[in-house]
């Protein structure tokens, strides 16, 4: 389900249809998720593809300043939401397969350095 908000010069649509019900921060990470890990389809071309791929970090830091200003919930808050909801999305989204990679590879580093941070601890 997507919203479309009239009286902007250009069109603004929400898309709310991955949002789920609880921790809001679940819901960031899965945006974060989203945003930095979509594999575009090569139709777009190289240089749609190139512009977006470009712009993800810049797109999730710009929506995360505002969010924060507006609900106070920060990236510091949303960052321990990034290892389950990647995990969830390897199972309930239809991703490609090169997606999927990208997201076990998220999974992996955070895995390693909660690892070496409970090392850290127990010293």
Not at 76 to 105: C, F, N, Q, S, Y
Request: net charge negative.
């Amino acid at each position: 389900m997507g919203i479309r908000i009239p009286g902007h010069d250009e069109g603004l649509l929400i898309d709310w249809m991955n949002a789920s019900t609880g921790n809001p921060e679940a819901d960031l990470a899965e945006y974060i998720l989203m945003v930095r890990y979509a594999v575009l389809p090569s139709h777009l071309g190289e240089r749609i593809i190139g512009r977006f791929h470009s712009i993800r970090e810049t797109m999730i830091d710009a929506f995360m300043v505002e969010y924060t200003r507006l609900s106070g919930v920060t990236a510091e808050e949303v960052d321990p939401w990034l290892l389950p909801m990647a995990a969830r999305k390897l199972t309930a989204d239809a991703i490609p397969d090169e997606e999927k990679g990208l997201l076990l590879h998220e999974i992996r580093v955070r895995l390693k350095a909660s690892k070496r941070n409970e090392e850290c601890v127990l010293e």
